[in-house]
């Protein structure tokens, strides 16, 4: 049987401002939308505030393999349209805005966005995930944009037959150094240490590409270049020896920090930024709910956020 309940959660400019909405979910990754769709088919009529990235950092990945129910592996984007027509079709809604502040200490809570609007919700999801982590060497924030990268997804095509530099040693490197042969005419792969912390197929499947090389017990020291990155410097923690090494491309995977700083002193948070929840996803406040990777410094997948955050949603609902 098909349901059509789009557009059944949407206030108009006056009630937003005056009625508080059952549930705001901040953020649009897959883990909010299966947070909204569980909210949605109660009937709490949620509002996503997409945040600044639509579909989170799942957009950005080419191909998540690990996802069930994709035998082939599905893209990163399109599994973030598919959880949102799901629960579009439930009637949650989706606003173009990012939460600027937020007041917990009143009930229904409050959310000021970047456009301006004062939202009141009765719950709150915080769905808010993680953002990649900086080296914070010289040359990468003046070079990020002009040869520096985060995401491969994103800027991989500007490297076609380029030589690109990939840092890091865990999946995120591996994964996305992977994708980056598909354009770059060499990938290499400066890792802190002599040992990878990415999974096994992973690594065999980068240890195998000829496109890929490493460099061992290394780290960066600064990002050069002549408008765009022509080179960097390395430094060999085990040796102290110094070289540079010419490249076109630089793209970081060292981890990411989540986003919580909104949230600061208002939920209890542990010693790097993660919100602590009870095992039912409760935060500190009650109403309010978390969980993936703004409240999972562990597993950080995207079947574990999605499941989290439908967990943190049922709980609002009870
Ligand atoms: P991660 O597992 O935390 O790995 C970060 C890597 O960066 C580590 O190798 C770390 O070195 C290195 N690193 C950290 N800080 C550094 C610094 N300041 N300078 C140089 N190197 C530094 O992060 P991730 O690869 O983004 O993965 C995050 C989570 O997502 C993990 O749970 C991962 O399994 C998951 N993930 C899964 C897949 C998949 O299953 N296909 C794909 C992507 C991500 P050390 O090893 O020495 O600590």
Redesign the pocket.
């Known amino acids: 049987m098909e349901f059509n309940l789009s557009n059944l959660g949407a206030k108009s400019e006056d009630e937003k401002n005056s009625h508080p909405y059952k549930m705001i979910v901040l953020g649009s990754g897959p883990a909010g939308w299966s947070a909204a769709l569980y909210a949605a088919r109660a009937e709490a009529h949620p509002l996503v505030l997409s945040g600044l990235e639509l579909g989170g950092q799942a957009a950005l990945?080419h191909v998540?393999?690990?996802y069930p129910g994709f035998p082939e592996g599905v893209g990163g984007a399109q599994l973030g349209e598919l959880f949102q027509k799901q629960a579009e079709r439930f009637g949650a809604t989706m606003e173009f805005d990012q939460a600027s502040d937020v007041d917990l200490s009143q009930h229904p809570f409050v959310v000021k966005t970047d456009s301006g609007q004062e939202l009141k919700a009765e719950s709150l999801v915080i769905a808010t995930g993680a953002s990649?982590?900086h080296?914070?060497i010289p040359g990468e924030t003046e070079y990020t944009g002009r040869g520096v990268s985060y995401c491969a997804t994103c800027d991989g095509w500007f490297f076609k037959e380029k030589k690109v530099v990939v840092?890091?040693?865990?999946?995120?490197?591996?994964?996305e150094g992977l994708f980056l042969t598909r354009y770059a005419s060499s990938v290499t792969i400066?890792?802190?240490?002599d040992s990878?912390?990415?999974?096994a197929i992973?690594q065999s499947r980068a240890r195998s590409n000829p496109k890929i090389s490493f460099v061992w017990n290394s780290?960066?020291t600064d990002v050069a270049g002549n408008g765009v990155v022509e080179s960097v410097g390395l430094k060999n923690v085990v040796t102290g020896e110094e070289s540079r090494l010419a490249t076109d491309g630089v793209f970081i995977?060292?981890?990411?920090k989540p986003n919580t700083q909104l949230f600061q002193g208002q939920l209890e948070m542990d010693a790097n930024g993660y919100i602590v929840t009870d095992n039912r996803m409760h935060t500190s406040v009650p109403g309010v709910f978390a969980g993936g990777e703004a409240a999972d410094p562990?597993?950080?997948?995207v079947i574990t956020s999605a499941g989290m955050r439908a967990a943190a949603a049922i709980e609002a609902i009870k």
């Open positions: 990945t998540i393999e690990n990649p982590n080296l914070n840092v890091g040693g865990g999946d995120s490197a591996l994964e400066v890792h802190r240490r990878l912390r990415a999974g992973l780290v960066l995977f060292i981890g990411h562990v597993f950080r997948q």
